[in-house]
């Protein structure tokens, strides 16, 4: 065995020190031994030395070039303001990296988008973990995460790495780090790849005591530590050609960084720079970064103000995405979907994880879909090429810097209008949902009421929390049908609006129903209604030329819906249509209409979160409607509108249920989470407004629960802490009674609703 390399049986050479062959020989062959710890040897008569964090040789935070101050302005007058942020705003080409590399793979704009995941199992439980990597493998993962909490977590690391490099598995790992700069440096001598996250790695235990600094000077005099706690683990990177994540959370930013910055994209941006200057200054440069967030928005936001300050500066670091405790289930892939896939859309991205609450092997499946889909729109490819080109010109102004929603215009009563035309749509974000005539039938009208979400009161419908705003029928029923019309008038009563392809009206009309025209029709029929209809939505397909668009004001819709046209780029053609409006100062809402022919409701939540949620992510559009186009159709009413409020919800649009943000598990995990997180959901899932973390450690508890009203965090084996705000207000819970004591929590802070009677009970109360 060679003192420096390693072959593993692919014929991959990984490099490790003499002091680590030497303690993996001792651990095969007596057990479990502190694999790091002093050895003797036959040929030497003294012990080796241990590892150690020193700090002897650290230079002082004086000699690092650090990049010039973003808040006084110097950054702006050394290198001019903020620009770019992509490659191109009208073609999907991938931001040039350079490559960075970690064991058998590479990260970088040059290698395809790496998919990786994390392990859920005790680190501390060698054979667990080892037999979790190789699932994760085998499902096609590229790399995986493993969590290292301390001494005996970096022993296990060990034998973990050699036990797959035995049953022929050279899939790199990467070791999660939080507050221990000594075990990273321990770590490094085995994995291919150490993350370290600035808001903990030199800080210690987080906390959020606020510090006050009166200068800049203050701020950056406390550097020094930084830099002591960076220096010896960039060296032995540099030493053994390890590859580093500077992996920034949202949640977890330090107390010195959030009293300077806030909890801003921006501060985790500056907080990334900080400890990037550390390792450019020692010319260590095999390192990503990541810039996580529950908020989709948050994370969209930084990930691209961090792209925009490394074209300013002229870095070529890779992009690692994720949206953090994106949660379970499709509201889990809606969330990393509308966060991932918008920033892929913008060529952004060299390597994916979606975190789910589930076990790791089943991110896989979403991880690969999101990459495939960003892959497919690369304007290397010849039909996307085609597709982004066909977009007539337009000037891109979004400001990527801060987040405005673009706030459409609702409908407006008139003294002459026989229903209330108020509730068609809501100023939150709006669901319209599509519906077939045969829904309408007799024995189906009170299924279809259900399905659209209404509360009902002896047959009759009422608008709910989470009811559709309006209907989409490409088709009516006659007027003969009596009781199908009847059906609809109900819902027109209560201020459900019935949106029809004028066509139709005019063959049959419908009282107060809302006429669908293209934009070109309307501008023909000068805007003149069908018989019966008390307004018009005007449907727009991306291609219309701005003299057209600006006659849109002139016809006064109550709203519009945009479904670019099939050979056009759904985004760019979308972009365009919402830069024609804010350059003649139209108001009106746009809805976007979003056809569909899969049967698979994962792809349902993947496709939607990234076509329609990368456009939701920059300010536009004023709702959703999803139409089913295959011959059968395959999800119910129901499932549609859910999936459609779970987009604006995770847009963070309009919130109509419980907003969960529970991390996806790891080593460190102390209870069941995806059990601990099903009791919990199925206690407070009925509270719209509420969001509730639910947190496997201390790790990602305070930290990660930044958006949170109400916190249930591990701290011991069998305990929970529970959280108001940032705030432990209940210590050493039992697990068995944690879910009650968040339940009476939630209550002490008036923040709880009984759940609503079920329907059959309202029918006999009301009768």
Known sequence: LCATDIQHPTSTMVKFTSQVVSAALILLCSGCVDAFAPIKTQAS????????????????????LWTPSWK????DEALGPIGQ?????????????????????NFGSDHPIVRQTMATADTANV???????????????????????????????????????KKGYDIPLCADMHFQPKVALMVAEALEKIRINPGNFADGRKDFAEKV????DDYAKERQYLVEAMYPLVEKCKELDRCMRIGTNHGSLSSRVLSFYGDTPRGMVESAIEFADICRSQDFHNFVFSMKASNPLVMVQSYRLLAAEQYRLGWDYPLHLGVTEAGEGEDGRMKSAIGIGTLLADGLGDTVRVSLTEDPEFEYEPCNRLAEIAESRLAINPDAMERQKAVKPYTDTRDITAYARRVGELPMQKEEDAVDVRGFLHRDGSVLSAVKPEMFAKENVQYLYQELGCKTAVGMPFKDIATSDSIFMRTIPPSSDTEARTAMRRLIEVSVGVVVPAEELEKDPLPNAVALMSLEDAIAKEGKLPEGAIRLVVELDGDEEESDIQKIKDLDPVFCMLKPKEGLSHLHASRRVFELFKANDIDKSVIHHFTTDTDDSNELALQLGTKIGSLLTDGNGDGVMVEQVADKEAFSVDFVRRTSFALLQGSRMRNTKTEFVSCPSCGRTLFDLQETTANIQEATGHLPGVTIAVMGCIVN?????????????????????????KEVVRKSIPNDDAVDALVELIKDYDMWQDKEVEEEEEEAVAA
């Not at 008569?45 to 690092?64: N, Q």
């Not at 006084?72 to 950054?75: L, M, V, Y």
């Not at 990660?704 to 529970?722: N, R």
């Open 85 to 105: 942020y992509c490659e191109d705003l009208h073609l999907v080409t991938r931001r040039k990296t350079r490559t960075v590399t970690c064991g058998p793979i």
């Open 213 to 216: 600094y009166e200068t800049e």
């Open 72 to 75: 006084s302005g110097a950054r």
């Open 127 to 165: 054979d667990a973990t080892i037999e979790e990597v190789m699932r994760c493998a085998d499902k096609g993962f590229d790399l995986v995460r493993i969590t290292v909490q301390g001494r005996r977590e970096a022993n296990a690391a060990l034998a973990i790495r050699e036990g797959l490099f």
């Open 701 to 725: 508890g305070p930290g990660e629960m930044a958006d949170a009203d109400f916190g249930y965090v591990g701290t011991l084996p069998g305990k929970v802490d529970l959280y108001y705000g």
């Open 45 to 64: 008569s003294h012990a080796a030395t241990a590892l150690k964090m020193s700090t002897e040789t650290a230079p002082s935070a004086s000699d690092v």
